[in-house]
């Protein structure tokens, strides 16, 4: 599986993005996609993540109410769309893949990763 994640950018606080990742290859390989952000000198944490076959998705509590991610399976896409963005969110994100059917928080539990997309908001 491969995946290409687009999307970063620099936005004000207060702004809004929308991050992309396109999967090819073995895609029905996977069950799972996920986002993973690293925010710079810090360690690599989770986002969001969705089931591709039931669309049951999991938040991290620090983007819950503000990030909404979505697939469109027809495309072999997933979406991260983030509203209100504050100069916290500022990181490298990162899509995933993940071969089992639950959505896991841990990064060891997914088997591909993109390149990452660089998301910068200035305040």
């Known amino acids: 599986v491969q995946l290409q994640a687009s999307g970063g950018g620099l936005v004000q606080a207060g702004g809004s993005l929308r991050l992309s990742c396109a999967a090819s290859?073995?895609?029905?390989?996977?069950?799972?996609m996920g986002w993973f952000r690293q925010p710079p000198g810090k360690e690599r944490e989770f986002v969001a993540g969705?089931?591709?076959?039931?669309?049951?998705?999991l938040y991290a509590d620090s983007v819950k109410g503000r990030f909404t991610i979505s697939r469109d399976n027809a495309k072999n896409t997933v979406y991260l769309q983030m509203n209100s963005l504050k100069p916290e969110d500022t990181a490298v994100y990162y899509c995933?893949?993940?071969?089992?059917?639950?959505?896991?928080?841990?990064?060891?539990?997914?088997?591909?990763w993109g390149q990452g997309t660089l998301v910068t908001v200035s305040s």
């Open positions: 995933a893949a993940r071969t089992e059917i639950l959505v896991l928080t841990n990064t060891r539990a997914y088997d591909y």
């Open positions: 290859g073995r895609t029905f390989s996977s069950a799972v």
């Open positions: 969705i089931s591709w076959q039931s669309g049951s998705s």
